[in-house]
């Protein structure tokens, strides 16, 4: 696995979409994946840290999943169809049992940044990525 990171939300004037753009640690390739303008928003009000009085869908999620004591240990975009990329929410519980979801890869980063978990890339993506240098201007 590879571990990525959440560089920007991006929107790409040319086809009017958002995508997410996951990077590498090292800066070497960056991974887009387009998603919705709500998912957009989620991942971005995440990235800037705002917190509103009433929780939004991911926080309430992320409150459900501690009062019960569920953890998300990693979040891993896992494969791509036909266009679509899929990825995997990996839980623990209070009993140590660890459960693997599936899930849209934009809630998985949205939850991801919400409780600062680690966020991997299958390597068998790497066809799909960038160089950074291509997408992410000095």
């Known amino acids: 696995m590879i571990?990525?990171?959440v560089k920007n939300v991006a929107f790409f004037?040319?086809?009017g979409g958002f995508a997410v753009l996951l990077c590498d640690k090292n800066n070497k390739m960056v991974l887009p994946i387009f998603i919705g303008p709500l998912e957009a928003q989620s991942i971005a009000l995440a990235l800037e840290k705002q917190k509103f009085p009433r929780p939004l869908t991911h926080d309430l999620m992320v409150e459900i999943m501690q009062k019960f004591s569920i953890?998300?240990?990693k979040v891993v975009i896992t494969d791509i169809k036909d266009g679509t990329y899929f990825a995997q929410l990996h839980l623990r519980d209070y009993n140590?049992?660890?459960s693997i979801i599936d899930s849209r890869p934009s809630d998985a980063?949205?939850?991801a940044l919400r409780v600062n978990c680690p966020i991997y890339m299958a390597p068998k993506l790497?066809?799909?990525?960038y160089k950074y240098e291509e997408l992410i201007p000095q």
């Open 13 to 15: 004037e040319e086809g």
């Open 126 to 129: 790497i066809e799909f990525t």
């Open 71 to 73: 953890f998300i240990q």
């Open 96 to 98: 140590n049992v660890i």
């Open 3 to 5: 571990e990525m990171y």
């Open 109 to 111: 980063i949205a939850l």
